[in-house]
Nanobody
Framework: QVQLVESGGGLVQAGGSLRLSCAAS????????MGWFRQPPGKEREWVAA????????AYADSVKSRFTISRDNAENTVSLQMNSLKPEDTAVYYC???????????????WGQGTQVTVSS
């Protein structure tokens, strides 16, 4: 069982930055691929980024590539998402996610966080 708790969301102007963090409980954090999804208002949940169990490999959705950076600290059981050059279309509820067989589709997620709101004003 893994519990995920996000923090760091908020309101920011376009062009600004935010850093999301996700704290995980449990002793098997390093056994999970970690990632972030988001759900814009009125739209389906979409994948944003993922990081391998060791942290050695990362992947990003095209819409955030070169602006967002995912990282993890297996000693602290945390995963973070640094978001730069934010755009109004980045407005969404952001969810931390954990899975064991990859993490690009919601059905691959074994555990979800409760979500944190990110709002980017124009």
């Amino acid at each position: 069982q893994v519990q995920l708790v996000e923090s760091g969301g908020g309101l920011v102007q376009a062009g600004g930055s935010l850093r999301l963090s996700c704290a995980a409980s449990g002793r098997t954090f390093s056994s999970y691929v970690m990632g972030w999804f988001r759900q814009p208002p009125g739209k389906e949940r979409e994948w944003v980024a993922a990081i391998s169990m060791s942290g050695g490999a990362t992947a990003y959705a095209d819409s955030v590539k070169s602006r967002f950076t995912i990282s993890r600290d297996n000693a602290e059981n945390t995963v973070s998402l640094q978001m730069n050059s934010l755009k109004p279309e980045d407005t969404a509820v952001y969810y931390c996610a954990a899975g064991v067989v990859g993490l690009r589709l919601p059905r691959q997620v074994d555990y979800w966080g409760q979500g944190t709101q990110v709002t980017v004003s124009s």
